[in-house]
């Protein structure tokens, strides 16, 4: 049985593009006051950023205040994270505007700045819908699969993911991806479930390169193959995924120590790149089990190779 990703199936995070430079971010259009504002944020003087940001918004430049809303979410460019402030931002924007229609449903569903929600979330998703915000179509999809907030509408929710997959949305190929490969609210399918998750993973999707990982690793509707299994983990790994690092562990593991019972196939190379990737297990992954495994594996594997070497 594969792990699930820690965010798959659960409706997106807080749209926060501000790490890009665009007129046009995340679907929504900033203005180029709104903009030139971002990038010249000092971390050191937020202050002087909010204030102009905020005249903008009272001027009547709806990105200004959802700018704002994403810098508080993230805690980004020098300002104290203040999830209770970027809700209210959220909802301080017109609600055409369909990213912080989004913003203001994660609020809801999340619990975070505002008290949990899931009907409110629900209504919030669907107009951000509504106003062409693909992101969000996937989040209420996952909420309708589940029942949350209401009604459970498996068929609907599973048609929602499906759209937002197709138009490209990386999140949505994951939790679609991610249904068809647990085989739940769906007919289990790892051929269509790869199709989908290779598609988001290569957009750098975490939970999508995972999984991925593990199908490459199980052999789950495709050949085995340790050394793609391995790639895929190490991008999860560069895109935010900490436990990665002990999968990367264990594929080179078992591409540098092959045996038939018998004999043994060692390859140093493999295994002292596995020594390195199990020290960073060892201080990062999640699991205590795990962290104490790659603590151990170092002077195994040391050991190991005496004893190969010996036998030769």
Avoid at 28 to 52: F, N, R, V
Avoid at 146 to 171: F, I, M, S, W, Y
Avoid at 197 to 219: F, P, W
Wanted: aromatic content about 8%.
């Amino acid at each position: 049985m594969f792990t699930l990703a820690l965010t798959l199936m659960q409706p997106a995070a807080v749209n926060t593009p501000l790490q890009e430079s665009a007129s046009v971010v995340g679907e929504q259009a900033y203005s180029a006051e709104t903009l030139g504002i971002l990038d010249t944020i000092d971390p050191a003087d937020p202050d002087t950023a909010i204030a102009a940001l905020e005249a903008l918004g009272e001027a009547g430049d709806a990105s200004a205040v959802e700018a704002l809303g994403e810098l508080f979410g993230a805690g980004a460019r020098g300002i104290r994270r203040d999830p209770a402030r970027a809700c209210d931002y959220f909802e301080q924007v017109p609600a055409e505007r369909a990213d912080a229609q989004h913003n203001i449903a994660t609020c809801y569903y999340d619990g975070v700045g505002r008290p949990r929600d899931h009907a409110k979330a629900r209504v919030h998703y669907a107009r951000a819908i509504a106003a062409g915000f693909t992101q969000s179509q996937c989040a209420l999809g996952n909420m309708l699969i589940k029942g949350e907030g209401g009604a459970p509408d498996v068929e609907r929710g599973l048609a929602l993911c499906r759209q937002a997959a197709t138009a490209g949305n990386a999140h949505a190929q994951t939790d679609l991806g991610g249904y068809l490969l647990m085989g739940q609210y769906t007919k289990r399918d790892p051929v269509a479930a790869r199709y989908w998750l290779e598609k988001a993973g290569a957009q750098d999707q975490a939970n999508a390169s995972y999984l991925l990982g593990q199908i490459y690793q199980k052999g789950d509707g495709v050949d085995r193959d340790l050394a793609k299994a391995q790639s895929w983990f190490e991008r999860a790994h560069a895109h935010g995924r900490a436990d990665a690092a002990f999968r990367v562990f264990q594929t080179l593991f078992q591409r540098g120590y092959v045996s038939d019972g018998e004999r043994a196939s060692v390859d140093p190379g493999l295994l002292q790149d596995a020594v390195e990737w199990a020290r960073i297990a060892a201080e990062t992954d999640p699991d205590a089990e795990n962290r104490t495994l790659a603590r151990e594996a170092p002077d195994a594997i040391k050991r190991m190779l005496a004893a190969v070497k010996a036998a030769d």
